[in-house]
């Protein structure tokens, strides 16, 4: 029997942005989505709960921020208590992935689409979402995660 299809939802957790990407299982292919606000680290659930209810997916996936080194970052348990809350208003199962290096993967694809004259300018929130999809084309090619209890 085949493996069924499952629609994701990512997050790129900050302190004043979220952002997010929308993919599946079929496709293995991301696409980033309008970032979510955030004041402090505290989430605008709103947002955040409209996309859900857009998008309705079966899974979230949150980037998990690690050093260049692989200790963790400063951010990971403000991401970890996201990513539990997540879990927990939207009874979704919910999947950390590492997140290293995917704001720097992003920007730099934006920024050569830019220069290709598809896009005219490169703000942060373009920035987090697409840090977002590549978050979720990670989780979709494979890449090992923590699994939320």
Do not use: Q
């Amino acid at each position: 029997m085949p493996e069924p299809i499952l629609r994701v939802l990512a997050f790129d957790f900050g302190f004043r942005r979220i952002g997010m990407a929308t993919g599946d299982t079929l496709t293995g292919r991301a696409a980033p989505r309008p970032a979510a606000a955030a004041r402090d680290g505290t989430p605008d659930w709103d947002s955040i709960g409209r996309e859900m209810r857009a998008f309705n997916p079966d899974r979230a996936v949150v980037g998990a921020p690690y050093n260049a080194d692989g200790t963790a970052g400063a951010l990971l348990p403000h991401a970890r208590r996201f990513a539990e809350e997540l879990k927990r208003r939207f009874a979704l199962p919910v999947s950390l992935i590492d997140e290293r290096f995917s704001s720097l993967e992003a920007g730099e694809a934006l920024k050569e689409r830019r220069a290709r004259g598809e896009r005219r300018r490169v703000r942060r929130e373009h920035i987090d979402s697409a840090a977002a999809a590549v978050i979720l084309e990670r989780w979709l090619s494979g890449e090992p995660g923590e699994e939320l209890p």
